[in-house]
């Protein structure tokens, strides 16, 4: 898409782009560790930003697709549930707004071979997301492992 905007010089096209990108690379990496002051962060980055959001929700609930150049809620990608899962009720994953957006940014940052840390109170699904999106993974391509960790573990019991 990008090769076909350059060919027919569109440049204002391709700037937006970009803009939104490094507006979606920014709000994750300044503004997705925050708690209370989410909302807030949210606000100021939406008002900041030259790629207009959506007037509804916080700029977390979008990603920018590049093909119908405009911001797009996360329940457009959603996946249907499967019902006929049998696995163990605990690695049931229900496809939801934030799964979706959760495996996104795993994709990127696999993709790119880059690590990414997980952040969050126990019981919210951090494991669970992981464990679901490697199981989906290349096993040939792609080797992972579980190290569980609490609140007792030390270097020397690691």
């Avoid at 916080?58 to 996360?74: E, G, K, M, S, T």
């Avoid at 996104?104 to 669970?128: E, N, P, Q």
């Avoid at 096993?139 to 270097?155: Q, R, W």
Wanted: aromatic share 16%; net charge negative; with cysteine.
């Amino acid at each position: 898409m990008m090769k076909r905007y350059k060919e027919d010089n569109k440049e204002e096209e391709i700037k937006t782009i970009y803009e939104a990108f490094f507006v979606f690379a920014g709000m994750w990496a300044y503004g997705a560790s925050l708690d209370e002051d989410k909302l807030t962060f949210s606000n100021q980055w939406k008002g900041m930003s030259k790629v207009k959001f959506p007037d509804v929700g916080q700029c977390f609930d979008f990603f920018y697709d590049p093909l119908r150049a405009q911001w797009v809620h996360w329940d457009e990608v959603t996946t249907a549930f499967d019902k006929s899962y049998e696995g163990l009720f605990q690695n049931m994953v229900v496809p939801t707004a934030e799964t979706a957006r959760q495996r996104f940014l795993l994709d990127l940052h696999v993709g790119a071979k880059r690590g990414i840390l997980y952040v969050g109170s126990a019981g919210t699904g951090k494991t669970t997301n992981i464990k679901d999106y490697f199981s989906t993974l290349d096993k040939e391509k792609t080797l992972s492992a579980a190290i569980n960790f609490n609140n007792y573990t030390d270097s020397k019991a690691l």
